[in-house]
């Protein structure tokens, strides 16, 4: 249990008997919950934690052949749950963890009671009677700006061009900043989140959900949202007034408001 | 002046709204949701645009491509909110005319009472002329990358230990070799561990030797043993070059251990067979110098009762040591390829008949030579010859009460194979596998058999060119079985 407590950076917070488990997304951490994480808290039990690879994580867990999935992230979510004894979560999943939650609670349904995803896309990539808003091409372009900013700041000369392994201060630079994912494994992070095609999963959702959708993001368009709400049993879609795919940190109010009715 | 004075001034001469719009950097205000609401001039010519076309129409979002929009809304916006503002982010800026503009981008946020974002203020300087070097050096660096990876791989190739040491002899690099030779984690390794790995019998002396060179810069060409991973000493020759700076300065010693140890051990054996072939033909010249020396004195007496038995011996010991000299010869035909083989089919039988002749004649020894009369072979006849002659000699010489000996010959699947077999006291087990290798002779305690201990190598690399093998079958108290293989085909 402290293992895991210790890889994956768990914090516990609230004074509530249900729990409500937050998870991330690509390439932030916790931290990215804070402007809703206080509204839950006198009624809630609130767990944050952050995936291996991640914000203040443990990087010597983080191995290529367990990450390089989703089901690899699933799995650390059913870690925490398993290492905390929790039952009947409330799970919250930012972007790709909103599709990481859904393949835990496909494979271990016990532990949930309900889902809450935030702007969700079972798949970026467009396909043949599919939008899911990317082409190919798109996402290289992505990569490239991600290699460019390898460190997410590059004040610093060539930042791609001068490694990190031997350099630990720039170790310590980034545990120190906002989305703090080490380079090698964001862009790992990057091709499996974007290349991933959970569409076949949401059908076998047993557990109750909600779709929470900005009504202008780039990354998860309307009709993704609206492909969820059609394939996925049990899901209720809310479209809030917002534009980007943060809507818990661009309009805190408002996706505070979706979920409690949810709740 | 008083400060009033030049407030007033200052207020004069800058204009504000002048530094700006022609700022040498760009200067953008948008909204939330990206609508540009203020922009200035130096910035709306990168991107080929009036204000009219810009503000209040287009948002910051529409002049970056669809992956530098997921950038932004994934890192740039919520770093934004979290952190209030955003360093330097290296992006790319779509113009009208449709080329790109290498941007750094820097923002802050600007924030109502309550602490949620209003507007964002942004600075982006021109980074073009950035990109391009950073292209050159990624390029430069995958290019030394990947000249580091064949180098590597190389050095790794070659069967020698591969080390580069700092000037004062530190080592800082081994290869796949050196730390497989040594088994040693990690690959790293010390100068000292190196010197406690060298035999203590070498040790002193390449200590002093490698000082020496690391101070006048020389090169160091050694041989020692070094201890590897089982605890065995090999011979080595250790080689160390220096690597100049073009100031003359020494930046690296190149070296390599070279495995030499099955030469070293030919040269110990070759120098034993020297000083063992002087003395077996010293033995009959002796004898035979001290004979023609009795006949010089009897040379007026032609009729002395003696002379004949003299004259038996002086033959006796010249014929042995023409044998011996044939043995050499032989050895030195089979070393430089020379040997020709003149194939012919012939019957085993009589062959084998013609050999024991002499035995017969000269020893008390019964001979049994079994096997179908019929058979033939395809091979060197006096070769073969040669072979079983020296398996019967020996069996004479090692074996002297067995009394009989018998030869058989047998065609088997593949090949024919002869044997030579003695009553005699058998060869100890451990001695077997070296009874065919060069300069071998058998200690047979008081050097009682003569020889150079040619004869068996000689027999097996006859045999090895027909294409065939030799063995011996032995045990102790009961005899000896030597045999060869021919094969039937023709080889």
Known sequence: ?263 | MTSENVKELLIRVIDSEALYQQAPCGYITFTTDGTIIRINQTLLSWLGHTAEETLYIKKFGDFLSKGGQIHYEMFFRPMLNVSGSVKELSYELHTKQGTVFHVLFGAVAIKDDNGQVIAVNAILTDNTDRKHYEQELLLARNQAEKEKRNLQFLADLTPDLIWTTTPDGEIDYINARFADYFQVPGRTFTQDQFLTRIHQDDRADFITAWADKLKCGDPLSHDLRLENHNGEYKWHLVKSVPHYSEQQEILKWFGSCTDINDHKLALTKKDEFISVASHELKTPLTTLMGILQVLERLKSNPSAPMLGEFIDRANKNAKKINSLVGELLNVGQLTAGQLRLNKEYFNIHELLDNCCQYVRTEHAFEIVIDGDPELQVYADAGRIEQVVVNYINNAVKYAPNSGSLTISFSKLTEDIKISVTDNGPGIPEEKIPYLFDRFYRIDHGGSQYAGLGLGLYICAEIVKRHGGRVGVDSELGKGSAFWLTLPITKY
């Open chain 1, 1 to 263: 249990m402290e293992s895991i407590i210790k890889r994956n950076n768990v914090n516990v917070i609230g004074n509530g008997e249900q729990v409500m488990l937050f998870a991330h997304g690509f390439g932030c951490d916790q931290r990215s919950w804070q402007f809703v994480v206080d509204a839950f808290t006198d009624d809630y039990r609130v767990v944050l934690f952050d995936y291996v690879g991640s914000g203040k994580s443990d990087l010597s867990q983080y191995s290529s052949a367990k990450y390089g999935k989703l089901e690899g992230y699933a799995q650390d979510i059913l870690d925490v749950c398993k290492a905390l004894s929790l039952r009947d979560v409330i799970f919250v999943g930012h972007s790709v963890s909103a599709m990481i939650g859904a393949l835990a609670a496909v494979r271990e349904p016990g532990y949930f009671k309900k889902l809450v995803f935030i702007g969700p896309s079972p798949r970026y990539l467009n396909d043949e009677g599919y939008t899911g808003g990317f082409e190919r091409a798109d996402l290289e372009s992505l990569f490239e700006f991600m290699d460019s900013n390898y460190l997410g700041w590059s004040s610093t000369m060539a930042p791609a061009i001068m490694g990190n392994a031997d350099r630990p201060e720039l170790g310590a630079f980034l545990t120190n900043s906002f989305c703090a994912t080490d380079p090698e494994v964001a862009r790992e992070f990057a091709r499996v989140t974007f290349f991933s095609d959970n569409r076949a999963d949401l059908a076998k959702l047993t557990i109750e959900s909600l779709t929470l959708q900005c009504d202008e993001d780039i990354i998860a368009p309307l009709t993704v949202g609206e492909y969820v709400k059609a394939n996925t049993p049990n899901n209720e879609l809310v479209i809030l007034k917002a534009t980007g795919h943060c809507p818990h940190i661009s309009e805190p109010t408002a996706t505070i408001k979706a979920i409690k009715a949810f709740l």
